[in-house]
Nanobody, 124 residues
Framework: VQLQAFGGGLVQAGGSLRLSCAASGRTFSNYDMGWFRQAPGKEREFITGISRSGGSPLYADSVMGRFTISRDNAKNTVSLQMTSLKPEDTAVYYC??????????????????WGQGTEVTVSS
């Protein structure tokens, strides 16, 4: 499956941004989806994941209550609504897909397909 993330940009602290990831090539509903981010000089970090049916969202503590993941299997998209953004949210954000059934959703190595990333910059 091919993934393309978009929607990044520059936003002030406290603002909101919505990222989307469009999938193509294979049956989207066969994949659990995740969002990760990587800030400059830091390791890639799990943010959130959602099951192939759209349930069971999982969030990292750092974004709990501020970010919301959703998906639309009819449109082959997964979205990340980000609110109350902080400068520490500045990073390149990646969407990822996996067809695995039993795995730790927080580990990037468990995802088989990745988008190219979209950059989010939060100014203070």
């Amino acid at each position: 499956v091919q993934l393309q993330a978009f929607g990044g940009g520059l936003v002030q602290a406290g603002g909101s941004l919505r990222l989307s990831c469009a999938a193509s090539g294979r049956t989207f509903s066969n994949y659990d989806m995740g969002w990760f981010r990587q800030a400059p000089g830091k390791e890639r970090e799990f943010i959130t994941g959602i099951s192939r049916s759209g349930g069971s969202p999982l969030y990292a503590d750092s974004v709990m209550g501020r970010f919301t993941i959703s998906r639309d299997n009819a449109k082959n998209t997964v979205s990340l609504q980000m609110t109350s953004l902080k400068p520490e949210d500045t990073a390149v954000y990646y969407c990822a897909a996996t067809s695995r059934r039993m795995y730790d959703r927080r580990l990037g190595n468990n995802y088989d397909y990745w988008g190219q990333g979209t950059e989010v910059t939060v100014s203070s």
